[in-house]
């Protein structure tokens, strides 16, 4: 019969820890009826020191339930490149517009950013009728960029990844 360890040393800083336990049934399960002590330091490997400075974020930034907050529309519209955000505040629809040379998928990156830059400091809805920009705007956020044959189309995801990485 197996016994369980002494010690976990955990190599992601406390607050998410904490984060995950209050929020994993799977979690809580498995660490159940242990008794042993649990810490936290990185490994002292030095490929492994850049969890130092790189964020992991277990908390998700995206919800596929409504949230409290604004509903933000998006829209491209390729022929023209005009980047168009609304949303009602009150009793009045509000309107941002913008201009992105490219594709339709260019444009409406652009409305999507238009959306979060906007909106960094609260949670909101995304609406948009691009499935190219809701996937996008869904996988982003746990993604890592490497460069892309179009820059204009780099630049967008890098400000987009950016833009939801600094969304609260």
């Not at 596929?64 to 022929?79: K, S």
Request: overall charge negative.
């Amino acid at each position: 019969m197996g016994a369980d360890p002494a010690k976990f040393i955990l190599s992601v800083p406390w607050e998410k820890f904490d984060w995950s336990f209050a929020n994993s049934i799977s979690l809580q399960s498995a660490l159940e009826n242990f008794s042993g002590q649990i810490t936290y330091h990185l490994p002292s490997h030095k490929l492994l020191q850049v969890a130092k400075f790189t964020e992991i974020c277990l908390r998700p930034k995206n919800s596929q339930e409504p949230v409290q907050g604004h509903t933000i529309f998006t829209d491209g519209l390729g022929r023209t490149g005009k980047a168009i955000i609304t949303w009602k505040d009150g009793s009045e629809w509000q309107v941002l517009e913008a201009h992105e040379d490219g594709s339709a998928q260019l444009v409406e990156l652009r409305a999507a950013f238009m959306a979060f830059q906007k909106f960094s400091q609260e949670p909101f809805n995304l609406v948009t009728d691009s499935t190219y920009v809701a996937d996008v705007a869904q996988q982003l956020g746990h993604s890592v960029l490497k460069e892309v044959g179009s820059a204009a189309l780099f630049h967008l995801l890098k400000t987009l990844w950016c833009a939801i990485a600094a969304q609260v």
